[in-house]
């Protein structure tokens, strides 16, 4: 299960990497995800504020059962780049879809 603190260590240190690279695309990779920890705050957007400008896409690469969830949480559909989700065994199609 993803904790808000790995999602928070996570996102810091995504954040002073793309503030070193620029434009960058997103790979999440969502092996043996089991979902989200219960409770807590998890519409905190400040990252996504601060660094979606600098994201040209993001994939997604999970399981079946994670689609709908992973790309709502993601906010597919509310950003400014494109958001994909695409199954385990589709993660060469991931970095085709990333590099097009």
Same mark, same amino acid.
């Given at each position: ?6 999602? @928070? ?8 990497? +793309?503030?070193?690279?620029? #434009?960058?695309?997103? /790979?999440? $990779? ?19 504020? @601060? ?8 994939? +997604?690469?999970?399981?079946? #059962?994670?689609?709908? /969830?992973? $790309? ?19 993660? @060469? ?8």
């Amino acid at each position: 299960r993803l904790t808000q603190a790995e999602l @928070a260590s996570l996102q810091q240190r995504s954040s002073e990497f +793309i503030a070193r690279a620029g #434009k960058v695309l997103v /790979l999440v $990779l969502a092996e043996h995800f089991e979902g989200w920890e219960q409770g807590g705050k998890w519409d905190d957007f400040s990252f996504q504020e @601060a660094n979606d400008a600098r994201i040209k896409r993001m994939a +997604i690469v999970g399981e079946e #059962k994670w689609r709908d /969830l992973a $790309l709502l949480f993601a906010s597919k559909d509310l950003r400014e780049f494109p958001v994909e989700y695409f199954l385990a065994e589709q993660l @060469a199609a991931a970095r085709a879809w990333l590099a097009s």
